[in-house]
């Protein structure tokens, strides 16, 4: 994945794993996103503010939403397993505090693991534990095709 291998659920398909061993596709490698706990229940990963700021200097909300929907799809594609992959239908955010420097983390618990469509709510937080910004996401599952 990213710099770590992060935690993930016991007989993860290996076709799964050789998808997330891209850490999560190109965005969240250059947004500096370290996964540190995957499973479609709970997810956690952490991304610097520094790189990812607007023009006055505070974390950009699209950064946020980035790390949110990262979270939220790879939980998701866990939970449809090999063969199957999750594309997001929705996704939401609302912003309550900015950061202007450190590491932010993201928490994604499961709202809802159906057989079609996974909902996710992500919290992100600063390094005091306060609440940055909220995101909501859902994922449909659908059969794994190359987009190529």
Do not use: W
């Amino acid at each position: 994945m990213t710099p770590s291998t992060p935690k993930l659920p016991p007989g993860t398909p290996p076709e799964l794993l050789e998808r997330l061993g891209t850490g999560g596709g190109a965005l969240p490698r250059k947004m500096g996103i370290e996964f540190l706990e995957l499973s479609p229940e709970y997810s956690v990963a952490t991304m610097p503010v520094e790189g990812n700021t607007q023009v006055v200097g505070i974390m950009h909300g699209g950064a946020y939403v980035v790390l949110g929907e990262s979270l939220g799809s790879i939980s998701s594609a866990l939970h449809g397993g090999a063969g199957r992959m999750a594309v997001g239908i929705e996704i939401n955010a609302s912003h309550s505090r900015s950061a202007a420097s450190g590491v932010v983390t993201g928490v994604c618990r499961a709202i809802v693991l159906g057989k079609t469509l996974c909902t996710h709510e992500i919290q992100i937080t600063d390094e005091e534990g306060r609440r940055l910004s909220t995101v909501r996401m859902t994922n449909m599952l659908r059969e794994l095709r190359d987009f190529s």
